[in-house]
């Protein structure tokens, strides 16, 4: 059970260092899906989740666009997984060709 529940953490990093090394949802591949993911690490700054096909991702906080955790006892089922803490995260595209690039946010694409 995380540590803070009943007194609110101070910070973002406090609320989620609760859960390092526990499987968290978030949406790193679709926008309005979530697959369960470690969290390996809670930074200053950032959060390091690492994924079903073994690879990391470095999250910025001020990526984090909501979350959300399981009342005591409870968990979310996330791909088949039980969680107690849901990340939902803002992603970006970058295209980029050999002369020019562009960078477009995607809200809500329903994909």
Known sequence: MAEHLGNPP????????AYVGELVGINY???VEQD????????DDFVTVSLDDRSRRH???????????????RAFTIATRAVRLSLTVDR????????????????GSGD
Not at 94 to 104: D, N, P
Request: aromatic share 10%; glycine share 12%.
């Open 92 to 107: 970006l595209i970058v295209y980029k060709s050999g002369t020019s690039f562009g960078v477009f946010g995607v809200i």
């Open 29 to 31: 591949s679709k926008q």
């Open 59 to 73: 999250i910025p906080f001020t990526s984090i666009m909501s979350v959300d955790e399981a009342q005591p006892g």
């Open 10 to 17: 101070d910070s973002l990093r406090d609320l989620l260092g």
């Open 36 to 43: 369960a993911a470690l969290l390996e690490f809670v930074g």
